[in-house]
């Protein structure tokens, strides 16, 4: 059973930042494709980076330059180190991992004001 953790939300002022981090345990070899989606009130669940493939890395085009998604594989975390953030970036962040199924953090909460 693989369980995912999440941390490091919060609210920040406009320009601000945060990081969030994803701690994934259980019986895991190898952690290849994994990433960041968030939800807005009254809005659908988008992308916002991922690794695939152990080393490609994609952003939503929204948050290109001022999100970095990192990783750690000897702790089985990433990251999504946030920066410039903005009041659109108010959101449920869920990390997720792929692992022959995909698993869901339990969300955390950013609130960016303005």
């Known amino acids: 059973q693989v369980q995912l953790v999440e941390s490091g939300g919060g609210l920040v002022q406009t320009g601000g930042s945060l990081r969030l981090s994803c701690a994934a345990s259980?019986?895991?070899?190898?952690?290849?494709?994994m990433g960041w989606y968030r939800q807005a009130p009254g809005k659908q669940r988008e992308l916002v980076a991922a690794i695939t493939g152990g080393i490609n890395i994609n952003y939503a085009d929204s948050v290109k330059g001022r999100f970095t998604i990192s990783r750690d594989n000897a702790k089985n975390t990433w990251y999504l180190q946030m920066n410039s953030l903005k009041p659109e970036d108010t959101a449920v962040y869920y990390c997720?991992?792929?692992?022959?199924?995909?698993?869901w953090g339990q969300g955390t909460q950013v609130t960016v004001s303005s």
């Open positions: 259980g019986s895991i070899l190898s952690i290849n494709t």
């Open positions: 997720y991992l792929l692992y022959r199924y995909i698993y």
